[in-house]
């Protein structure tokens, strides 16, 4: 690819990512929000600092994880590099950057969206707003995803946005699903228990999954189903199954039709991590441990990323920050 496609590839891949990431940490902490009103409430929040492996720095910052120092820390903390308005603002500079390849309408709306989250103060995320808050931020970044989807040009720029996307999508579902791993490890007595069922119905939900889930499991919910579902479902279009092939397929595109070379290591990569999910069932995950098989594909996620910046952005950074 020439240095000047090979930087916009970079700007459109990582654009994509930044504002999946900041509609999925909304969904993040708009799911822990209802898990905290539980008798679990106090070590709730705390998990999400350990998620993200920011115990550092939040606690430099902070002396505890209340709710409220987790939700301006994730929300509105501009010095955080993996809150919701640094992500926001680092899809907003790789927009700009794209100035004359996206439309005026994708470049207003993530103005608009930018502008409103800088207007917004302490009192705006308190705990009682976060549900309306983290609402609004879901339906911004949906908006920004539709406006996309109806203007982007069909070239290669498509096939990077979209790479971006789907490995984001597959992350942070990764995620969502290790929050209730840990949410429910300090008591197991509680697992099959009223509480514990709606907590997955809250995680379905914050997944965007609970009516696909009821269409294909319409009598009961179980942990087990959950988890497969958000892994290995071949039709939940946020499940890490549907992302990875969608990766695979967009990787072997660039290949074929754009004859992208470079991208035969990720390809690679994909494929062996296509190859695996393809193979597991969800009782080997669990009863190999969820946590540890969530880790993995994380760690997997990020080594694919890593080839792709290899093999397209010459080993560039991100045109504002790291995954």
């Not at 993996?82 to 790789?94: G, M, W």
Request: hydrophobic share 40%; aromatic share 12%.
């Amino acid at each position: 690819m020439a240095a000047l496609l090979a930087r916009y590839a970079e700007c459109i891949f990582w654009l994509a990512r930044y504002m999946e990431r900041a509609e999925n940490l909304a969904r993040i902490l708009d799911v822990n929000e209802t898990f905290a009103r539980d008798s679990y409430g106090a070590t709730n929040w705390v998990t999400i600092v350990r998620l993200n492996a920011d115990e550092k720095r939040f606690f430099e910052l902070y002396p505890t994880a209340s709710a409220k120092n987790v939700l301006n820390f994730y929300i509105l903390d501009q010095q955080n590099p993996t809150s919701i308005i640094a992500a926001v603002s680092s899809a907003r500079e790789n927009a700009r950057q794209l100035r004359p390849l996206i439309s005026t309408e994708m470049w207003a709306q993530i103005n608009v969206f930018y502008n409103k989250l800088l207007a917004w103060g302490p009192n705006d995320i308190a705990p009682q707003n976060i549900q309306r808050q983290c609402a609004f931020i879901k339906e911004a970044c949906q908006t920004h995803t539709g406006i996309t989807e109806g203007t982007f040009f069909r070239d290669q720029g498509w096939y990077f946005y979209n790479l971006g996307r789907n490995l984001e999508r597959a992350d942070q579902t990764t995620r969502v699903l290790d929050i209730k791993y840990h949410t429910l490890l300090p008591s197991p007595r509680d697992v099959g228990t009223p509480v514990d069922i709606s907590q997955w119905n809250s995680l379905l939900r914050s997944a965007a999954g609970y009516h696909a889930f009821r269409r294909v499991y319409p009598r009961g919910l179980t942990p087990a189903a959950v988890a497969g579902f958000l892994l290995f479902n071949d039709n939940f279009p946020r499940s890490v199954m549907v992302c990875m092939r969608e990766v695979d397929s967009l990787l072997n595109r660039l290949n074929s039709k754009y004859r992208l070379r470079r991208g035969t290591l990720p390809l690679e990569r994909s494929d062996e991590l296509l190859g695996s999910l393809a193979s597991q069932t969800i009782e080997a995950v669990i009863a190999g441990g969820l946590h540890e098989y969530l880790d993995r594909l994380q760690l997997s996620f990020s080594s694919l990323t890593s080839d792709i910046a290899q093999a397209f952005f010459h080993a560039d950074q991100p045109a504002t920050m790291t995954a």
